[in-house]
Structure formats: C-alpha cells, structure tokens
C-alpha cells in the first residue's frame, strides 16, 4: 500500500509569519489608540478608556515578544484579547447596539489571516454566545448604559463607526492582499515544479557525460522500432561497442582524460546517426546503436566502418589515447524481441568474439546461447565442487637446473566433476573468476598446499617450498592475509615457505588495494612470484614496488628458444635483468633436455615443466621427491 506523505512546499515561512502578525499588531495599535483619542475627547477618563491602554499596553507587549518560536502563541492570544475587549466594550456601551458590534466580523477575518481553523471556530462560537448574552440582557433589563442610547454624543457614535468601517474594510484589503500573495507564490513554486520535471525528464533521457540519449531513451524507441520493423521487413539491429580497456586508461592517465576521450569517441560515434541509425550510451564503457538495414550485409557493413573509426588514436591534451572498442550485434526479429534479449545476445556476441580472437565484430548465434547456458550450468556445478569434495590439487616439481634437484612445486588445481568429466583449467578458471567462486577455491588450494608442503618436511625434504596462483578476486574482500597465516599456522608451517604467484595484468586492476595486502603478508614473510612475465605489461617498477622475489618466464618464449633467435634473446635479457635485481628466475614448459641445458648455460636458476613431470597428486609427488633425493636430505 502506497504512502502518502505530506508536501514539501511551505507557503510562507515562519520570518514570514512573524512579519504578517506584527503588522496586524501595528494596525491593531492604531485603531485603538484612534478609539481611545475618541473616548477621552468624547466622555473624558472613563472605564472604556481605562479598558482601551490597558489592551494597548498588551498589544505593545505582544509586539515585542512576537518571534518565530512564540508567533503561534501570541496570534491567538492577541485574536482572544480582543475578542474579550470587544465584549467587554459592548457590555460597557449598548449592547448589540454599540458600534464595537461591528468588529466581530473583522475578528473573525482577522482570525483566518492570523490563526487556523480551532481558533476561528471557537472564536465564532464564542462571538455568536455574546449576542445571544446581550439580547438576553437588553429584555431583562441588565445593561449598564442602555438607557444613555439617545443620550451618547452623535458625532462620537459617527467617529466609532468610521473607525470600525476603515478597520473592516482594511482588514478585508489585507486579507484578499494575503490570498493573492499566497496565489501567486503557489503559481510561481507550480512554475517551478513543471520547469524541473521538464528538465528531470530530459535528463532522465539522456547521459549527462556525453549528451547522448541513454536506457531509457533506448528501450521506449526500440519498442516502436520493433513496431515499425515488423511492417518494413527490414532488419533491426541491436549493436553493443564496449569499450575494453577503459579502466587501463583512468590508470594510465586519469578520470578527466577518460572522459574527455569518451566524447570524443560519442561524437565519432554521431557521425554514423541518421534517421535509421540511433546512437546510446548505456554505463561508463557501453554504446548501443539501433541500425536499420534491409539486409545482413549493409549492417556487416555499417560494423566494420564503425569499428575502424572508433580503433583511431584520440587526440586528448597531449596525449593520444587509443581505444579498443568490442562490438557485438544482435539481429531483431530473430535473435530476440525485447530489449532485454537483444542486448543479452549482443553481450554474447560480444564476449565471443573477444574469447575467439576474431577482429572487427561479431555478431550472435544459436550456438553462443547454448555455450552460454553450458556456462551457466558449469558454474552452478563449479560452486558446489568443494564441498563435495570434486577438486584435487596437483603438484608440479620446480627444479634447480645447477643441481638437478627438487626445490618446491606449484600447486595446481584440478576439478573432476562427476557431471562434466575432468574440466580444463582453462574453462573453470575464468568461470570461478567471474561468478566469485575463485577466492573460496584459492582459500581450500592454500590450506591443501601447506598442509601438503608440512607433510614433505614430516618425511625429511624439509627445504621445499609451495607456490599457489592468486587471482586479481583474492585481493577484493580484503582477507587474504588473514586467511593464508590463519592455513600456515593451523599445520605450523614457517611462512617463507609460502610463495604466492601473481600475473602482470592482476598488478593493474588496483595497484594501491594490492601493494597494502602484499605488504602485509611480505612482512609475515610470505614471498612473491610475477607468472608469465613478459607476455603482459612487462613494467620493470612491479617488480621493486611489490618486492618480488621471483620471476616466472612464460612457456611461449621458453619453448623456441633452440629455434628462434629472437626468442632466444627475450629470454636473455629478462634471465640477465632479473640477475641484476637479484631475483631468482624459473623457466616454465620445459619440455626437452636441449631445452633445459640451454637455459642452465644461460644462467636460468629454475625450470618447471614435463621434462621432469606434469602435475602429479600428493602421493606421487612424494614418491618423485624420493626418487630424485634433494640436495642435502637423506630419504
């Protein structure tokens, strides 16, 4: 059930009130000092006189005590006081007969401009209960100076009059006055509303950024688009630009450059706008287009000349800013009717299109819907995988190619579902990464490492050490220190046994967020490890700011090296500038024994990969371990 609440607009303040009531007291002066001047001229110090300075007297202290916090109080006080005076006046005089009759009805309009309806009312009752007393007095015969009717002087009666008639008569003025004030303010505050409803309404339509038309816009003209679409036999396309490396460039330069760079980009984008193409933005990095075409091609067409035009640097102060716009497109009737739908399968072309490396655009299919619900279905697995006890942790041994011998492994983890089979890494690793699910498994992947890390000391390989991958989700909720030393101390493992591998690309997404928690957990003694260097950013201040210890060369360079020169000569630089930084250096994807020579020459500290063995459960890691005996432990 809706509530209703009360207005916000107030009509006159209480300043405003205050300055209303002291006026009234004013006028109310003046009447009764021109009664009183009468009475004394009239008939000398009489009883009324005395009654007359006393109300002035009141209606002087009133004056100076009104204020916003009393005006209320002090309104019906003074709408009484004369309420009483008045009665007390006609009591004195004549009665019904008396002029002072002809304030009540200026009482009474005084009381609606002073007071509300309570006041009004009771003064009205109270008003209407005197007459009746004085009629009731005249018959019997109780009025003082009922008698002296033909005896009171004419020209004061006249005066009396003229004087109750110019209070009438501006209290009428001043009432009407109040009315056409009140009026025009409610005009003025209606003028006002309308003018911001106008402008919410146009801004409600539009983004404020970039000037375009937003959502909303989008979903009231897409549904008469479809309209007018099912009548033309024209295709209507839903086009989705998503600008990919946004959050990269509030890194690299700042908010106002970004902004600055997305209106240029909007304008690029108008440069398209006709009356059959309409141009949205929806969020912070996502266009949408509507195009109308009469066929798949003018619109395959109409993608590529917009892709190429939105790839252009942008000039933005002095820098130039290049953007990397994903489009995806999906194709009203067929691939949905609703905006929902369309931009759903719009996504979806979209993200495909970024996973199969294809240039340009794509644009929806069947065949990503059913991926999609296949995702969907995994991840639904994936969340219940371990508590059901579906993943496993493999172990792939880290050699020191001086020595041929064990110096720790990385934990890999493995996910044999009972549903899907043995799912790739690569498949439930992004899905863990997106649905949340990743930080819950790295947590269960530490505790399984370290407890498994103990248990090679327990049997006597007591200077092996662990490595476990984070993803950039570890570093979100902020409890990852107190999670890994919370899994060290459980099986009472010393913490720079720990190393924690990081990628390039994770360093980016907060360095600030992440440079507190490394800290912190360097501090407990935990050490650090950059994976696959070389294949992202490769910027050489990660490696100081973030005190790493190790330097992991990517498979894709190690595995040419006895092929490619130029592979050859990455692989140098990084092995001789990770030496100048005093960082140890291990080459992943080891495959051959040419290969592992050749890096041992080129003084390469440690190698990973299947030459020695792929990843192997617990059990089979320690009977590797007793098999190649480690350098200074006796099996």
Known sequence: MAVTGRSSIILFSQQAKVHRLKLTLKILLTIFMLLLLSELFFNGQSVLAFAMFSSISLLVVFYYWASADTCSVISG???????????????????IFDAAVLAFPCLLMLAIVLSGKLIFISLFVYLVSALCFFTLAHKQGFLVA????????????????????????VGVFYMFADIRKRFKYI??????????????????????????????????????????????????????????????????????ICDETLKLLAKRLLSFANDKTVVYRFQQNEFVILKHSIDYRGISKFAEQMQQVCSQSYHVTDFEVALQPDIGIALAPFDGSTMAELRHNSHLAMHAKGEEGKADFSFFDRVMAVQEQEKLQLTKALKKAISNNELVVHFQPKIDLATDQITGAEALV???????????????????????VITDITQWVIEQSVAACKQWHQLGFNKLSIAVNLSAEDFKRGNLSTHTLSALTKVNLAAHFLELELTESMLMDDINYIQKQIN???????????????TGYSNLGYLTKFNVCTLKLDRSFVKNICHSTNELQIVKAIIGMSKSLSITNVAEGIEDKATAELLAELGCDMGQGYFWSEPVVQQEFIALLVKKQPLGVSV
């Not at 020209?155 to 009396?160: E, M, T």
């Not at 688009?225 to 990269?248: E, R």
């Not at 360097?522 to 260097?533: E, K, L, N, Q």
Request: proline share 4%; net charge neutral.
């Open 146 to 169: 009922s008698g002296l009717f033909d005896t009171l002087p004419m020209w004061g009666r006249v005066f009396s009059y003229v004087v109750m008639l110019t209070f009438f008569s």
């Open 77 to 95: 006080m003074v709408l009484w006081s004369i309420a009483v005076f008045i009665t007390y006046a006609c009591w004195l005089g004549e009665g």
């Open 187 to 256: 005009l003025q505050k209606n003028a006002e509303l309308e003018l911001a409803i106008a402008q919410l309404r146009k801004s409600s339509r539009f983004d404020q950024l970039t000037q375009l038309p937003n959502e909303n816009a989008c979903k009231t003209d897409l549904a008469q688009k479809l309209k007018q679409q099912k009548s033309s036999g024209h295709l209507l396309a839903f086009i989705t630009l998503n600008v990919g490396n946004l959050h990269l460039i509030k890194m690299n330069y700042s908010h106002n």
């Open 520 to 534: 912190e957990l360097r501090s407990f003694g935990i050490s650090f490890a950059i994976d696959d260097f070389g």
């Open 414 to 436: 493995r996910w044999l579902s009972p549903e899907h089979g043995l799912v790739p890494p690569t498949i439930f690793i992004p899905l863990a990464e997106q649905s949340g």
